[in-house]
């Protein structure tokens, strides 16, 4: 049975291992052009989301800015005690 010691050492030599695997140059180069991929999906997905939550008609932008105004003293007030609060 290993000792402790050499329980320790074993893991950190695996650890290390592990981290010369995963930044070989070409490893990197590729998870580079993933992630580059991956972000171009993501922010298509939140412009396309946006779009999706833009008022399509007159009503509907009318309908939101009537919600907007009717909620807004209540927020100004929150944000005011919130700022109080904070002195």
Do not use: V
């Not at 509907?60 to 100004?76: V, Y």
Request: net charge positive; glycine share 2%.
């Amino acid at each position: 049975m290993l000792s402790r010691m050499h329980r320790t050492a074993h893991l950190l030599y695996l650890r290390q291992e592990l981290f010369l695997q995963i930044a070989r140059p070409e490893d990197l180069a590729t998870l580079k052009e993933q992630l580059k991929q991956a972000l171009s999906d993501i922010e298509t997905k939140e412009r396309d989301i946006h779009e999706d939550m833009r008022p399509k008609t007159l009503r509907e932008a009318e309908d939101s800015k009537r919600s907007w105004l009717r909620r807004w003293p209540r927020l100004k007030y929150k944000k005011e005690a919130s700022e109080r609060g904070s002195r």
